[in-house]
């Protein structure tokens, strides 16, 4: 049982998420009925349905962005943030969820055991599992893609449990960051001795509902153009984060563009499909995996290039929306 200087606070983000929402909200609720004490606060990034109605009914304190300001995920993050210390200022634990996931049942209290029992811990994560891969192959790819190494990790995703100290310390997310902004932080968390561990545990079920082509095309630009972000500024030694993902993606994402290189794909193809089967997958899902991987190069050269010419032209990077609202 948690005391008074052991609280939790429950922080998700949403925009337009309708039905994912509520299973979001609701399993959020149930941790209230626990004998910890625990926060819920929502943070609305403009959304038209009655996202802001639902979050309220269901006893959540609501945070509404200001609408003049570029929406991110990160700056919903720290908003949340800022209210549930306003509300809760001995909040110990932040749990950080997106409006499209479910936390699991158990998962709090065997994150919030592990870091007790290690020092330097600021961040666990676990299984972020994809609750329709059935429905299309774009889904199934989420659901390998976040089947990550468990132990030490270098960074995060979106759900995690924080340690309220460690996030304090770092400033939080950078508000600015259109996407990439957990492992962004990471580095600085890292660089200040704590430790981001990922534990063999169900954490959330997620709906990414990606069912086309152009959607998984406006992802995987938005993934370079995190890369390029994120290597801009922590590029240089000693992290040097993302310098190995920003230079495959424009050495393989330009080679698409040479038809003669093309045959080269299929060796990084061959390669990404023998780590897919070292790591259990059927043979079929490590050869869809590794194809997408592949091809992926090209929109994320992509966003990495958007991310530049927008630096240099001194404008600001606009956010990258691949999902409908429900």
Known sequence: MLGIHEMLGIIAIGRNEGERLRLCLLAAVREQRTTRPVTIVYVDSGSTDHSVELA?????SVVNLDLSIPFTAARARNAGYKKL???APHTKYIQFLDGDCELQTGWIDDAIRFIESHDRAAIVGGRCRERYPEHSIYNALCDQEWNTPIGLAKSCGGNALILSTAFNQVGGFHEDMIAGEEPEMCVRLRAANWEIWRIE???VLHDADIQYFSQWWKRSIRTGHAYAEGNWKHGGP???FWAKEV???WIWGFAWFVPILWPLHLYLAWKIRRYRLSL???AIQASRY???VTLGKLPQMLGQLQFYVNLWLGR???LIEYKAAE
Do not use: T, V, Y
């Open 238 to 240: 000693p992290e040097r």
């Open 280 to 282: 259990g997958d059927p």
């Open 85 to 87: 210390i306003s509300i």
């Open 316 to 318: 600001k990077s606009k």
């Open 56 to 60: 309220a009914s269901l006893g959540a």
């Open 247 to 249: 230079r495959s993606n």
């Open 290 to 292: 590794a194809f997408f």
């Open 201 to 203: 545990r169900e954490m």
